[in-house]
C-alpha cells in the first residue's frame, strides 16, 4: 500500500510545484476581498481592453488615408467622420453597459434581444475576430519591431511572433489582472509618444492653418469637377470604410465588464469614455497629421514611422540626436502595443466562449475555472488557434487585416440591431426612448453600411477565409447544441422511468458508525438518479453497508464574475442538496452523512476529499454514477467530462476502491434502464 501510494505522489508533487511556478498559487475562493484582487479598476481595464482600440492607429488611419489617393484634402472630413464614429459607437455600446450589467457583449446581446439563433452567430463572429485579433496584432508588433533591424533579422519575425503567442498565453494562464498590470508602461510609453506626435505635429503648423484651409477648399471644389458628387462620395466611403479597423476594440469594453471592479457599470463606463477619448483623439490626430506633413508612402515604412521621422528625426540637443531616439521610442511602443492588443483576444475570447457553453452550444468544460481563477481551456485553445492562423497566413498583415476586419461589425451589427429592436418595443412604456432610440439606429447605420462596403470590397481579397471559418463554427456549435438537448431528453426519459422511492416519514435512522462498512456515493444535486443510485447500491450488494456519506462538490464557473456572492449562493445550493439525500436516506433507516467542497476543478476537489474520507472511514467503499452510451463515438469525451472516470483513475493510485455505476443511455429509442453490471476500481 505505502509504495503504490508513494511512487505517484513524486510526480504529481514536481507537476504541482511547476504549476505554481508557472501560473502561480491557487485563489482563497473563501477570501472576502477575492473579487476585488481580481478585478480591475476602470484604468487597468483601459489598459487591457483599450490597447486593441489603440493599437489599430497603425494600420487603420493608414488604411483609411491611403484610400484617398491624391485627394488628401478629404483628411479633415475623414478625421471628424472617424472620431464621430468612435464616439457614436462608444456612446451606443456605453447604454448597452447599463442594460447588461453582467457583461454586454454582443452574444450577450444578440441572444437576448434578438433570440439565441442571433446570439450564436454574434459569438462566433466574435470567437474568429478574437482569434485574428491576437494573431494579427502579434503580426503587426514583430513586424514593426524588424522594420528597425536589418533585413537579415526577416528569417527570424515568424518564430518571434510564436513565441509572443505562448508567452502571452502563459501569463493569462496566471490571471488577467497580472498580466494587464505588467503591461501598464509600454501602454503609457505610447499614449504619452503619441501626445507628443499629434499636438506637438499640429502646433507646428498652426501658422498654416490658413493655407491648409485654401488647400482644402480648392481640393474639394477640383475633386468635384473631376469626380463629381458621387464618385467623390464613393472614394470617402471607400476610405471611411477601409479604415474599419480603427473600431474594433469598443466592444472588448462591454463584454470585459465581468473582469472589472465594482460598481461595475460605472467602472465600465468609465474605462469606455477614456477609450473613445484616446482613440479619437489618436485616429483622428493622425488623419490630420498625415494631411499637415504630406506624408507619403515610403517602402519598407509604415506611415506612422514616416511621420514620427518628419517631424523630430532631424532633432538635435546638442550632439544628441534625441528625435532619433523619439522616433525610436515612438515606433517600438506602437509594436509593443500591438502585442498588448492581443491581450483583449485572451481576456474577452474565452469569456464568449463560457458564456456560449453555458448555453451548450460549446463544450461545457469551456465554462470552468482554473485554480487561478481563469478560463484555462478557452485561453489554451484561444492561443492554439491563433498559432494555426500564424501559421496559415506566415504573418501577412494583408491578408491578416482582410480576414478579421469583417466579423466584428457583424457583431456591430446585431447588438445595434438588437438594442434598436428594444427601444421600439419599449416605447410606451419608457418615456427614454426618444433618446436612445436614435443613437442605436445611427449606430446600426453606420455598421451596416461600413460592413456591405468591407464585403464588396474584401471579399476576394481573402475576406471569404472569414466567412467559411465562421460559417463553420456556427454549424459545429448547432451539432453541439443538438448533442445535449438530446442527451437531457435521454436522462429525462431514465428518470421517468424510475418507480417513486418507498420511505417511511416516521421512520428513525441508527447512530452512524465509522468503524462499520459505509458506501461514500458521489452525486450531483438532488435528483432522482441520485437516489436511485443509492438504492442500486444495497441492492447490489445487500447486508453489507451500514452507513452512507454523500459526497458532492459545488464547481465554479465563468459565472462566478457575475458578482461576490456567487461562491456563498454554490455553497448553500450544495449544502441543501445534500441536506435533501441525507433526510431521505433517515426516511429509509439508513444512517447518513454528507460532506462537500466549494471548488474550480470537480476531479481535483472530489478526489481530495474521498482521499480524507478513506483516512477516517476505515471501511470505505466509494460509488459513482456516469453517463454511458451504447454506441460511444469519438465526440463524446470531447463533450463529457466523464469525471466519474477520472476520479477513478485518481483513487485506485491512492489503493481506495471506487465502483462506478453506470447510467446506460441509448441513442436509438430502446428502453433505457440506469444499471449495468458495476465496473470496479
Given at each position: ?458 471579399l476576394k481579397e481573402g475576406g471569404w477565409i472569414t466567412l467559411v471559418v465562421t460559417m463553420l463554427c456556427i454549424s459545429l456549435c448547432f451539432i453541439i447544441r443538438r448533442h445535449y438537448r438530446t442527451i437531457v431528453e435521454r436522462v429525462r426519459e431514465v428518470e421517468s422511468s424510475l418507480e417513486d422511492i418507498p420511505a417511511d416519514a416516521n421512520q428513525t435512522a441508527p447512530e452512524f458508525d465509522p468503524k462499520k462498512p459505509t458506501a461514500v456515493i458521489l452525486v450531483g444535486g438532488y435528483a432522482r438518479l441520485g437516489i436511485h443510485c443509492m438504492l442500486n447500491v444495497f441492492r447490489l450488494f445487500p447486508q453489507v453497508f451500514r452507513n452512507v456519506i454523500f459526497v ?35 426516511r429509509l433507516g439508513i444512517p447518513a452523512r454528507s460532506a462537500y467542497r466549494v471548488g474550480t476543478d470537480a476531479v481535483h476537489e472530489v478526489s481530495e476529499l474521498c482521499l480524507e474520507l478513506a483516512h477516517e472511514n476505515s471501511h470505505a467503499v466509494f460509488f459513482a454514477g456516469e453517463l454511458v452510451f451504447d454506441e460511444p463515438r469519438w465526440y463524446d469525451r470531447l463533450l463529457h467530462n466523464e ?39
Amino acid at each position: 500500500m505505502d509504495n503504490s501510494v508513494s511512487e505517484p505522489r513524486l510526480p504529481r508533487l514536481m507537476r504541482s510545484r511547476l504549476k505554481r511556478v508557472l501560473f502561480g498559487a491557487p485563489r482563497n475562493l473563501h477570501d472576502p476581498s477575492l473579487g476585488h484582487k481580481i478585478s480591475l479598476i476602470a484604468f487597468l481595464a483601459w489598459v487591457g481592453l483599450g490597447a486593441d482600440g489603440l493599437s489599430s492607429s497603425a494600420y487603420g488611419p493608414p488604411e483609411a488615408f491611403l484610400a484617398l489617393g491624391n485627394h488628401t484634402y478629404l483628411a479633415v472630413m475623414l478625421a471628424l467622420a472617424t472620431a464621430l464614429t468612435v464616439f457614436i459607437i462608444s456612446y451606443a455600446y456605453s447604454r448597452i453597459i447599463e442594460h447588461f450589467p453582467h457583461g454586454g457583449g454582443g452574444y450577450v446581446v444578440a441572444t437576448e434581444l434578438l433570440g439565441s439563433s442571433a446570439g450564436v452567430v454574434s459569438g462566433c463572429a466574435l470567437l474568429v475576430d478574437y482569434i485574428l485579433t491576437i494573431t494579427v496584432s502579434i503580426a503587426a508588433g514583430t513586424e514593426a519591431i524588424f522594420s528597425l533591424a536589418p533585413l537579415a533579422w526577416q528569417p527570424y519575425k515568424l518564430p518571434v511572433e510564436f513565441v509572443a503567442i505562448i508567452f502571452l498565453t502563459m501569463m493569462n494562464l496566471r490571471g488577467v489582472k497580472e498580466s494587464v498590470s505588467m503591461l501598464v508602461p509600454i501602454f503609457l510609453t505610447f499614449v504619452v509618444t503619441h501626445i507628443i506626435l499629434i499636438f506637438g505635429g499640429c502646433f507646428m503648423h498652426v501658422t498654416d492653418l490658413p493655407a491648409m484651409a485654401h488647400d482644402v477648399h480648392y481640393g474639394f471644389r477640383d475633386g468635384l469637377t473631376q469626380m463629381g458628387k458621387w464618385g467623390l462620395f464613393l472614394l470617402f466611403l471607400r476610405a471611411y470604410s477601409m479604415g474599419a479597423g480603427t473600431y474594433t476594440g469598443i466592444e472588448a469594453v462591454s463584454n470585459g465588464l465581468g473582469i472589472m471592479r465594482d460598481p461595475k457599470v460605472e467602472t465600465g463606463k468609465r474605462t469606455m469614455t477614456y477609450m473613445a477619448v484616446s482613440l479619437a483623439v489618436t485616429a483622428g490626430g493622425l488623419l490630420l497629421c498625415y494631411m499637415l506633413f504630406h506624408v507619403r508612402a515610403v517602402e519598407g515604412q509604415t506611415l506612422n514611422a514616416v511621420l514620427a521621422n518628419q517631424f523630430a528625426g532631424g532633432f538635435h540637443i546638442g550632439s544628441l540626436p534625441a528625435g532619433t531616439w523619439f522616433v525610436a521610442v515612438t515606433i517600438s511602443s506602437e509594436a509593443v502595443l500591438l502585442m498588448v492588443a492581443a491581450q483583449t483576444g485572451f481576456i474577452d475570447g474565452p469569456r464568449v466562449m463560457a458564456n456560449m457553453a453555458i448555453d451548450s452550444w460549446l463544450p461545457r468544460r469551456f465554462a470552468g475555472l482554473s485554480d487561478r481563477l481563469t478560463m484555462q481551456n478557452g485561453v489554451l485553445l484561444i492561443g492554439v488557434a491563433a498559432g494555426l492562423a500564424l501559421a496559415y497566413t506566415r504573418g501577412s498583415i494583408g491578408i491578416l487585416v482582410v480576414m478579421y476586419s469583417i466579423n466584428v461589425f457583424a457583431t456591430f451589427s446585431l447588438s445595434e440591431m438588437g438594442m434598436v429592436r428594444f427601444w421600439i418595443r419599449h416605447r410606451k412604456t419608457d418615456p427614454h426612448w426618444k433618446k436612445h432610440l436614435p443613437v442605436h439606429a445611427t449606430g446600426l447605420v453606420l455598421c451596416m453600411s461600413i460592413l456591405v462596403v468591407m464585403l464588396s470590397e474584401k471579399l476576394k481579397e481573402g475576406g471569404w477565409i472569414t466567412l467559411v471559418v465562421t460559417m463553420l463554427c456556427i454549424s459545429l456549435c448547432f451539432i453541439i447544441r443538438r448533442h445535449y438537448r438530446t442527451i437531457v431528453e435521454r436522462v429525462r426519459e431514465v428518470e421517468s422511468s424510475l418507480e417513486d422511492i418507498p420511505a417511511d416519514a416516521n421512520q428513525t435512522a441508527p447512530e452512524f458508525d465509522p468503524k462499520k462498512p459505509t458506501a461514500v456515493i458521489l452525486v450531483g444535486g438532488y435528483a432522482r438518479l441520485g437516489i436511485h443510485c443509492m438504492l442500486n447500491v444495497f441492492r447490489l450488494f445487500p447486508q453489507v453497508f451500514r452507513n452512507v456519506i454523500f459526497v458532492s462538490v459545488g464547481v465554479i464557473n465563468s459565472e462566478f464574475f457575475k458578482g461576490d456572492n456567487q461562491v456563498d449562493g454554490l455553497e448553500k445550493k450544495t449544502k441543501a442538496s445534500l441536506t435533501h439525500y441525507v433526510e431521505l436516506a433517515g426516511r429509509l433507516g439508513i444512517p447518513a452523512r454528507s460532506a462537500y467542497r466549494v471548488g474550480t476543478d470537480a476531479v481535483h476537489e472530489v478526489s481530495e476529499l474521498c482521499l480524507e474520507l478513506a483516512h477516517e472511514n476505515s471501511h470505505a467503499v466509494f460509488f459513482a454514477g456516469e453517463l454511458v452510451f451504447d454506441e460511444p463515438r469519438w465526440y463524446d469525451r470531447l463533450l463529457h467530462n466523464e469525471t466519474a472516470y477520472a476520479i477513478q483513475r485518481r483513487l485506485r493510485f491512492a489503493g481506495v476502491p471506487i465502483v462506478i455505476l453506470p447510467v446506460r443511455l441509448f441513442r436509438k429509442r430502446k428502453s433505457a434502464r440506469p444499471l449495468v453490471t458495476p465496473r470496479a476500481g
